[in-house]
């Protein structure tokens, strides 16, 4: 087989067999397959598209490339949740907890964060205490004991989409649906998930800025999923403004504590009911996503998934007393209010922007080598719908430094207050099965 003629077949639309996605898989995770080849590859892709076939074929392809996490030791359907990425969002932190109290087992593999804030390990990392660094074993024992754990992304995962991911990056290459689903459910695939919960973002915070194109990777991902026998399923849901109110990692870990409380904000409450509903129902502990929405609400009152976080914090060395004080997590030195300047009705808060004032801050990393304060970062104390009077707090900014005139212009030509009512933005926008 030659790598030249699999460019050729892509390049004239032909669809390639699962024997030559996998030698060039093969052929270019160990190098003997050189960039300049691959780039045209992805270049023929990413005009010519991908079957179905295709797309199985190369995703497995990828998981097949390095280590797979073998989870079977863990009793039950593990039923892992990723969502494309968004601004503020902490579904993670609460969905964990969540679930794992209705005995549906989260086997967490997490990563740090780039860009607006940390990742899940950054934000966990805040309590004091808390570690990742486990070995296997212990992180399989502690799943089964208290049905959730997180540890460190570890072993060599999918090489082939860390070595292609880079490439693409620089070839114009990022942009294309079948790459980016295929690269997206590879690696959850070789960390181990029995079935899928997929968060499709969609608006200015998203990855993926219209509900058409947040529609077409879902359903790639989602049959991608199902095609490979994992079952799968996708949630679109709202990024145009940020998840809840906080933005930044402490912040976040707060604002996930109050929300399994019961008195967290409304839509990430609601994005969370909603996902834990189809872990839950993919888990097969519930007959019905009413009967799942409906347990959730009831761990959440009950007070069962506040007592199964604090749990799991103990158990990987954090002090779990956080839960019930926060103001134990390390704090801000100023607080600084952000005032309308004018009445009215805030009509937009661009998402991905005030991840980027968040980042200004220190709350996420600008390179992999940033250093983030954990802290720091804004709480919206109004979101698009509200009416606002001048005067009035728009957010809280939670600095360690004194001067943040730069984060507040970028906050003022980012959230708009117009004179006429505006509706508050749809949260869940479509849940695809198929
Ligand atoms: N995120 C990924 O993990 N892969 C892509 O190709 C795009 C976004
Ligand atoms: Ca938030």
Not at 79 to 108: E, I, M, N, R
Request: aromatic share 4%.
């Amino acid at each position: 087989m030659r790598m030249v003629d699999i460019i050729e077949n892509k390049r004239d639309g032909r669809e390639l067999s699962t024997e030559e996605i996998q030698f060039f898989i093969k052929g270019y995770t160990d190098g003997s397959i050189p960039d300049y080849q691959a780039s045209a590859l992805m270049m023929a892709i990413f005009f010519q598209g991908m079957t179905e076939k295709e797309r199985a074929d190369l995703t497995l392809a990828m998981v097949q490339s390095g280590d797979q996490i073998d989870l079977s030791e863990i009793e039950g359907i593990k039923v892992d949740k990723h969502s494309t990425g968004g601004v503020g969002d902490t579904t993670t932190l609460v969905l964990g907890p969540l679930v794992a109290a209705l005995d549906v087992p989260v086997a967490k593999m997490s990563g740090r964060g780039l860009g607006h804030t940390g990742g899940t390990i950054d934000k966990l990392e805040s309590v004091k205490g808390f570690h990742v660094e486990i070995e296997n074993q212990e992180f399989i024992d502690l799943v089964n004991k208290n049905k959730v754990a997180v540890i460190g992304q570890s072993g060599n995962l999918t090489p082939a989409d860390k070595k292609l991911y880079a490439l693409r990056d620089v070839t114009a290459t990022v942009d294309s649906i079948p790459l980016i689903a295929a690269s997206i459910m590879s690696k959850k695939i070789a960390a181990g998930a029995d079935a899928i919960v997929l968060d499709v973002k969609t608006g200015a915070g998203a990855f993926m800025k219209t509900l058409d194109d947040s529609r077409e990777l879902a359903k790639a991902m989602v049959r991608i999923g199902n095609n490979v026998g994992r079952n799968t399923m996708a949630v679109i849901s709202d990024m145009s403004q940020p998840l809840g109110y906080a933005i930044g990692n402490v912040l976040e870990v707060k604002e996930a504590i109050d929300t399994l409380k019961g008195e967290g904000p409304e839509d990430l409450t609601e994005l969370c009911l909603t996902l834990g509903s189809h872990m839950v129902y993919l888990a097969k502990k519930a007959n019905t996503l009413k009967e799942a929405r409906e347990m959730l609400q009831g761990v959440i009152n009950d007070g069962t998934a506040l007592k199964v976080f604090k749990t799991f914090l103990s158990s990987q060395g954090g002090d779990a007393s956080v839960v019930d004080d926060p103001s134990k997590l390390p704090q801000a030195k100023y607080l600084i209010e952000l005032e309308a300047k004018e009445d009215g009705y805030v009509s937009e808060i661009v998402a991905d922007e005030i991840g980027t004032a968040a980042m200004l801050l220190g709350a996420g990393r600008a390179t992999k080598e940033s250093v983030i304060d954990l802290a720091v970062g804004l709480v919206l104390r109004k979101k698009i719908g509200d009416q606002v009077k001048k005067g009035e707090s728009l957010v809280t900014i939670y600095s360690n430094f004194e001067d943040v005139e730069e984060v507040k212009t970028k906050l003022y030509e980012n959230i708009t207050i117009s004179s006429k009512k505006v509706p508050a933005p749809v949260l869940i926008h479509e849940e695809i099965t198929e």
